[in-house]
Each structure stands twice: as structure tokens, then as C-alpha cells.
């Protein structure tokens, strides 16, 4: 019973649409039963009038002819016409007494007319009335009789009609009973359809239910092609990229404890040999605190980039404004000539002038600075590297280009992953994580650009970068 309650405080949907659709029913039933059999009582009562008010004035005429009304005169002029078997006649004088009566039981010749109708008549009026009352229509009309201006009796038609009434009343049960057969189909039909429908949507939200639990793995049957259809075929495609999503944060959390565990375990064992070393002299307790300093500073470097990898990832939108290129590619650079002087790298550039984007600062310094920092960190001395950024086809194209080791042709495709590195032991040499290109892959991709990595000829590596030129800023 509680239970009960409980669900009608909350109407499920197949209750919601049984009630909308059982008050559009009885609507259209109510309408059917009453408004067919309205207009058919309308329609014979307008007939009734017709035909009745008809008779009255042929009657009325005829008998005006007479000038003076008598009990005779009015009986053989009603033989001579041809009045309908159906309505009781009565003809009375001006003083309302009855000269001629057509009913043979109960004649009321000779009396007064007590009669509301005849005395309107008297009065010059032309009355009709119409009455549906017990299974039959009761009419009524009178009329003045008239002679030389003056009212000289009435002519009264009255009728007891059960013959129309009893047709109209057998359309009416006739509609009565479709109209349970229809509503009673209809019900039918409706909750058929209606728990169908529900039964899909709570298969929906259970499927809710249990991704929301944390099983990606979970799929929707998917019958038919309609809109819950869809909706399923959605949800299924949307767990299918939550699964990706969830593995590849998994992946990336692993990788990264894993990058941050190799320098501290060092720091631990470096530190451990200092204290367990008595007596240790100065110049190798030097080389190891500059060690654990070196370890330190790639921990730093690393989460350094953890950090701008997070502010890429986030869905907050970044503050995109026009940035110049050459601006940013040339101070840029001046930070990396210690670098490139510390490897003897040759830096060369040109940079052409109105490269500009829409994007976020910050990104397209990490873009170029880790192009160029890899340019020089994996090359040989007396090396080069060279960056060129112009204008194509309405695309600002930065190309970084070196003459360095190259990448093998089967990393290619690795090289934009989170952590990869082509030759571990060379880049941690460098004090590289592996995070630099994933930086500038995800930063241009912010940004609505591209990148590729190809080789380089005749040795080293080639990546060719496209932004959508911001138009608005030319002439600025
Ligand atoms: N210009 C290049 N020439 C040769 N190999 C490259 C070049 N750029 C990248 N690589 C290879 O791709 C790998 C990934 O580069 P990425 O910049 O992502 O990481 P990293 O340089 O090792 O570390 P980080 O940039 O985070 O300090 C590098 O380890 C290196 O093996
Ligand atoms: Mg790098």
C-alpha cells in the first residue's frame, strides 16, 4: 500500500501518458455521444416547425375565406381540405371557444380552449413550440385566422411524435456502445505502447545506473531505428569513449608515477650512500649532492610539464588573442642560443613578417621552444638547425628542420605519445621525459592546427606545422 502511494506521488511516464490519452478518449467519446444526437433533435424540430407552420397557414387561410366562423362552416371547409391524419386540429372562435376538433376521443367541441398557444394566436401572434420529453417530440404551433384585418378564431396543430425520437435514440445507444468498443481498444493499445516504451527507457537508465558504477564495458541492445533508438546508440558510442578516456588516463597516471619513481629512487640511494658512508670524502659527497640536484631538477622539469599537459587537457576554454609568430619564434630563439652554443648547434632562421594566429601566448612559445630544444638536443656538434615561418594557401607554416640523428621511420607515428622516447638512454642523457612533443602536438590542436614529422633531407628531421591565419590582424 505504502508502495503505492509512493508511485503516485511520482507518476512513472506510462501513467502520465495512459491518463493524458484516456482524457483525450473520453473526450472525443463525450463528443461523439452528444453532439450527432443534439444536431438530429435540432434538424427534426426544425422540420417539425416547417411542416406544422405550413399546415397552420394553408388551414388559416382557407378558413379567413369564411369571414364568420360557425361550428359548420369551419367542419365542412376542413373536409374540403386535405389536412395531414397526423396532428390534432383544433379550430376556435375569437372568443377562444372550439368549433372543430379532429381528435375523437375527448372532443372538446363546444368548450373554451384553455390553451396558452390559442390565446397568442387570438393576439395575432404565430406560435410554434417543440418539446423532446420522454422518448418523443411534443410540437405545438397556432396561428390567427383573419378576415378583413380582423382576428375572427386560431387554428391549433399539436403532435406526439415517438416514431423520430425512438430512430434518434437508436443512433445514440448505437454510438454509446462503439464508443465503449473504441475506448476499450484504445486502452488496450495504449498500455501495450506505453509500457514498451517505458520498458526501453528504464533499460536506458539502468544502463545508466551501471556505466555510472564504472563498468565502461556495457552495452545497449539497440532494436528498431526510433528516437530511443538513437539515444541508446548514443549512450553506447559515449561508453565506448569513456572506456578510451579511462584507459588512457590510467595509462598516463602509471606512466607518470613511474617517470617520478626512477629520479627519486635515485635521490633515495644517493642519499643513503652519503649517510651510510662514514668518513666520506669531500670531492665524492660533492659529485653525489650535484647529483641528487640533477635528479631534483629533472623531477621538476617533469612535473613542470605534467602541469602544462593538465592545462592543455582541461575543458576550461583557453584565452585565445592574436599572437605574432615572428614575435614569439625570435625571442624564442635568443632563450635557446646558450643551449645550441653549450651542443655547437648552428641556429638559423627567417621569419617572415604578418604570421599571425589566434592562440594562446604561452602555448606557441612551448610549440616552438620544444621543436627547436629537441633540434639541437638530438644532433650532432657542428649541427644545424633551422626554422622558417611563412605563409601558404592562408596557413601560417612554421617548419622546424635539423641535420640531427632522425627518427626511424617505425617511431614516427609514437613520437606525439605521452612519455615516448626513440632512444631512452639519449634522452634521459638530456634530462628529456618524453612530454615535449604531446605539449606541442596537444597546443596545436588547441589552437585549430596541425603538425606533421617527416624526414629531413639529406639527414636529421623535418616538422612542418599549420595555423589558420588570423585575418584581422593584418595591417595592425
Ligand atoms: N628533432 C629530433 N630528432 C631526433 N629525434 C627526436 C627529435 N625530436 C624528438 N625526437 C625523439 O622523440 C622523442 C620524444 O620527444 P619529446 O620532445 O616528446 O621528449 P624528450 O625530448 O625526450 O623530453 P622532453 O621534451 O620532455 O624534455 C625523443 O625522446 C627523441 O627520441
Ligand atoms: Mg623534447
Not at 34 to 62: C, H
Not at 111 to 138: G, P, Q, T
Not at 426 to 434: D, I, L, P, Q
Request: hydrophobic residues 40%.
Amino acid at each position: 500500500m505504502k508502495a503505492l502511494i509512493e508511485r503516485l506521488k511520482r507518476p512513472s511516464l506510462a501513467l502520465k501518458l495512459c491518463a493524458a490519452f484516456l482524457a483525450l478518449v473520453f473526450g472525443v467519446v463525450l463528443i461523439i455521444n452528444i453532439y450527432p444526437v443534439a444536431l438530429a433533435r435540432d434538424l427534426v424540430s426544425a422540420n417539425k416547425r416547417s411542416s406544422m407552420l405550413d399546415q397552420a397557414s394553408l388551414l388559416s387561410t382557407s378558413l379567413g375565406a369564411l369571414e364568420t366562423l360557425t361550428e359548420n362552416g369551419v367542419y365542412q371547409a376542413m373536409e374540403l381540405l386535405d389536412t395531414s391524419a397526423s396532428y390534432r386540429i383544433i379550430v376556435t372562435d375569437e372568443k377562444a371557444e372550439v368549433l372543430y376538433d379532429n381528435y375523437p376521443v375527448d372532443s372538446s367541441v363546444g368548450k373554451y380552449a384553455m390553451l396558452s398557444e390559442i390565446y397568442l394566436a387570438l393576439n395575432s401572434k404565430v406560435v410554434f413550440y417543440s418539446r423532446y420529453a420522454d422518448e418523443a417530440f411534443l410540437s405545438r404551433a397556432a396561428m390567427p385566422v383573419t378576415s378583413g384585418g380582423a382576428v375572427i378564431g386560431a387554428v391549433y396543430l399539436s403532435e406526439y411524435d415517438s416514431e423520430q425520437s425512438s430512430l434518434i435514440s437508436g443512433i445514440s445507444s448505437t454510438m454509446f456502445r462503439l464508443s465503449i468498443l473504441l475506448s476499450l481498444v484504445s486502452l488496450v493499445l495504449i498500455l501495450v505502447f506505453s509500457s514498451a516504451l517505458t520498458r526501453r527507457i528504464s533499460d536506458l537508465v539502468r544502463a545508466v545506473n551501471i556505466v555510472r558504477e564504472g563498468d565502461y564495458d556495457y552495452h545497449i541492445d539497440v532494436v528498431g531505428s526510433d528516437e530511443v533508438s538513437a539515444l541508446a546508440n548514443e549512450f553506447n558510442s559515449m561508453t565506448d569513449r569513456l572506456r578510451e578516456t579511462e584507459e588512457r588516463r590510467r595509462r598516463f597516471v602509471s606512466d607518470a608515477s613511474h617517470e617520478l619513481k626512477t629520479p627519486l629512487a635515485s635521490i633515495r640511494l644517493l642519499s643513503d650512500s652519503i649517510m651510510q658512508t662514514e668518513n666520506m670524502d669531500t670531492a665524492t659527497m660533492r659529485e653525489f649532492v650535484s647529483d641528487i640536484g640533477a635528479e631534483a631538477e629533472r623531477l621538476q622539469r617533469t612535473t613542470e610539464k605534467l602541469l602544462t599537459l593538465t592545462r592543455l587537457d582541461s575543458s576550461v576554454e583557453p584565452q585565445l588573442e592574436p599572437v605574432d609568430l615572428k614575435l614569439a619564434a625570435e625571442n624564442t630563439m635568443r632563450l635557446l642560443r646558450p643551449l645550441a652554443q653549450e651542443h655547437r648547434i648552428f641556429l638559423k632562421y627567417d621569419l617572415s613578417e604578418g604570421c599571425v594566429v589566434l592562440a594562446n601566448g604561452d602555448d606557441m612559445y612551448q610549440i616552438i621552444f620544444n621543436l627547436v630544444e629537441n633540434g639541437i638536443k638530438y644532433n650532432t656538434p657542428d649541427g644545424m638547425v633551422h626554422l622558417h615561418l611563412g605563409v601558404r594557401d592562408g596557413m601560417v607554416r612554421p617548419v622546424v628542420e635539423d641535420s640531427g640523428i632522425g627518427i626511424p621511420e617505425s617511431d614516427m607515428p609514437h613520437v606525439f605519445d605521452r612519455f615516448y622516447r626513440v632512444d631512452k638512454a639519449r634522452s634521459r642523457e638530456h634530462g628529456g621525459s618524453g612530454l615535449g612533443l604531446s605539449i606541442v602536438h596537444d597546443a596545436v590542436v588547441g589552437c585549430g592546427g596541425t603538425i606533421e614529422v617527416m624526414p629531413n633531407e639529406p639527414r636529421g628531421t623535418r616538422f612542418v606545422v599549420l595555423f589558420p591565419r588570423y585575418e584581422g590582424g593584418e595591417g595592425e
